[in-house]
């Protein structure tokens, strides 16, 4: 990894700070130069390096080429596009030829986007130290402690997916920032830093859901807690997935939303759900500056369709998947996550018909959760998922995994269980088992950030459903070449 390019460029760029009027996340907008030295000893612009986190965070994991990745493993999606040669790569991903990958342009800018985030929480970190110096009264000094925990929450969100994706990876810090050299450290001990990471979270960040903080969608303790319960239940450490969880559900506040089809559109921005999005605006506008997605929701957007709802036609749903929802008579999850081609969607948007060669005669269908209809778009705007914001983190999750761990370690998995299942309209089951649960994850979490694949692997099930899985070899993504070749110490085994 360039580090020293890195670095640089993320200190020029994440304390860029506006005069703008129009604020977003409690502060102006991003991306222009700071029109005077900043003052240290001013408490008021401490928040700086903490918005510079969220910003670079939100614009990294909106990369579109990560979300394939996360995704095509699963048995939910095949890659979609024009043809099969387009972006052939993402097939050798979903068929685990790895060995074709290696010098895959996305699998080296997925690794490069996600330690981009690592590395802006230590640079933003120290700047955040630079006006902490400064502070002398109780109650400034705890929020600076809160503003730490803010950016330590990212550095342990990008660590998860960097784990997730490849397993045994660096870990960096304060003291190796400039370092090419860093040995890969075994995934364990990466959990076991994003454990600590999120324990200081849970101590210092504010109680109370993101909608409810002064910097409206700011992470708080739940988020942290959420996300350290995800990393319990891949560890399955389910006494700790059961304790978190229990702590969200009975203090939190949070809430299923109840407008089931508006929670992924505009309307459901920042929902009693959410733990935690990728924050996007328009600021309200119909044209000029706007905070947007971009090719997260275009790859996503159907192919040949009219303008405002319209894309490249990548991540389309397997038939398999479609099935499952129908055999389950998931009518109303079916809106929510399938885009149908060659339908009217509920919301009045016509979408044109796309049959793929590579889909044997099927229509595409494509991922629901990215779409946001026209009569909800900024008059004046034009782009598909404009205003709109990406689900990262949800109280459904919460719920499931605490069914989850009552199945596990003792307690009541039907509550949760069909707290979610009701929010679907489907009808509650007295007792479930393991199988019911991942199976509601299935049909909840489609497309999501990769679940489906972790759900398979963290079970078992991976190899018997998913072609050309093999054990202890097919979890993890190789390494990029390029990362390789600036530092051959990740070609050896992690210490």
Not at 379 to 405: Q, T
């Amino acid at each position: 990894m360039k580090i020293r390019y890195i670095v640089a460029a993320g200190l020029m760029a994440l304390m860029s700070m506006s005069s703008c009027t129009d604020e977003f996340l409690g502060i102006t907008q991003e991306n222009t130069a700071p029109t005077e030295e900043l003052n240290y000893a001013d408490k008021s612009q401490m928040y700086g390096p903490v918005s510079g986190v969220y910003g670079t965070t939100r614009r990294r994991m909106s990369q579109w080429e990560i979300w394939p990745l996360l995704n095509v493993r699963g048995d939910e999606v095949t890659k979609g596009g024009g043809s099969d040669n387009d972006q052939f790569d993402y097939l050798n991903v979903e068929r685990f030829n790895y060995g074709a990958i290696k010098g895959f342009w996305a699998l080296n800018n997925s690794w490069n986007a996600l330690y981009n985030i690592v590395y802006t929480t230590y640079n933003n970190e120290a700047l955040l130290n630079r006006f902490r110096e400064h502070l002398t009264d109780e109650a400034d000094i705890e929020l600076g402690n809160q503003y730490e925990a803010e950016i330590r929450f990212h550095r342990a969100l990008a660590y998860f997916f960097i784990s997730n994706l490849w397993g045994d990876v660096p870990l960096v810090d304060f003291e190796n920032l400039m370092r090419l050299d860093l040995p890969k450290v075994k995934q364990a001990g990466v959990r076991e830093f994003i454990h600590s990471e999120l324990d200081y979270c849970i101590e210092h960040l504010p109680a109370g859901r993101p909608d409810q903080q002064s910097h409206q969608g700011a992470v708080t303790k739940y988020t942290a807690m959420a996300l350290k319960a995800k990393v319990a239940l891949y560890e399955e450490d389910y006494a700790t997935v059961k304790n978190l969880t229990d702590k969200i559900i009975s203090e939190g506040g949070f809430s299923l939303y109840s407008d089931y089809y508006n929670l992924f559109k505009i309307p459901g921005k920042l929902a009693p759900e959410s733990l935690y999005e990728l924050q996007f605006t328009d600021f309200g506008n119909g044209d000029g500056d706007q905070v947007y997605g971009g090719a997260w929701f275009q790859h996503q957007g159907p192919r040949g369709n009219a303008a405002p709802v319209n894309g490249w036609g990548f991540m389309i749903l397997e038939g398999g998947f479609l099935d499952f929802l129908n055999e389950r008579n998931d009518s109303t999850r079916w809106d929510v996550a399938v885009l149908e081609s060659g339908a009217t969607t509920p919301a009045g948007d016509e979408i044109a018909e796309f049959v793929p060669s590579y889909l044997d005669g099927l229509k595409a269908h494509y991922n629901g959760k990215a779409y946001t209809p026209k009569n909800q778009l900024t008059e004046g705007r034009n782009n598909y998922g404009a205003n709109n914001n990406i689900r990262v983190l949800r109280y459904a999750d919460v719920l499931l995994m605490n069914a989850e761990a009552n199945l596990k370690v003792g307690g009541d998995a039907a509550t949760p269980l069909n707290e979610v299942r009701v929010r679907a309209g489907l009808e509650p089951i007295g007792s479930p088992t393991l199988d019911d649960i991942i199976n509601e994850r299935r049909a909840e979490f489609s497309c999501e950030w990769g679940d489906r694949f972790m759900d398979l692997v963290r079970t078992g099930k991976a190899q018997s459903v998913l072609p050309g899985f093999i054990p202890g070899e097919s979890e993890f993504l190789p390494i990029p070449l390029a990362q390789e070749d600036l530092n051959p110490l990740l070609r050896e085994p992690a210490i």
